[in-house]
């Protein structure tokens, strides 16, 4: 059951990687740092944006329950 876990836990956190990198930059944090300034006021406004929220917030979801569950797994492992 570990191993499904951490299975889990690395593809999640590899799409959680994509999907943050795959954000535009909001301006005014490290995405400025980078020559992300340029950016419009309109974010988030468009479908592909909102569901690309709807699914990093999903896959986070799934991540933080998998780091919860394997925590607990290996915490009571006899």
């Given amino acids: 059951m570990d191993l499904v876990f951490t299975i889990v836990l690395v593809i999640t956190s590899a799409l959680m990687i994509l999907l943050v990198l795959l954000h535009k930059g909001r ?3 490290m995405s400025d740092m980078f020559g992300g300034g340029v950016s419009s006021s309109l974010g988030g406004s468009s479908v592909a944006e909102r569901n690309l929220d709807r699914l990093t917030v999903g896959i ?3 991540w933080f329950a998998t780091v919860i569950a394997l925590g607990l797994l290996l915490a009571y492992q006899a």
């Fill in 60 to 62: 986070g979801i799934i």
């Fill in 27 to 29: 301006g005014g944090g």
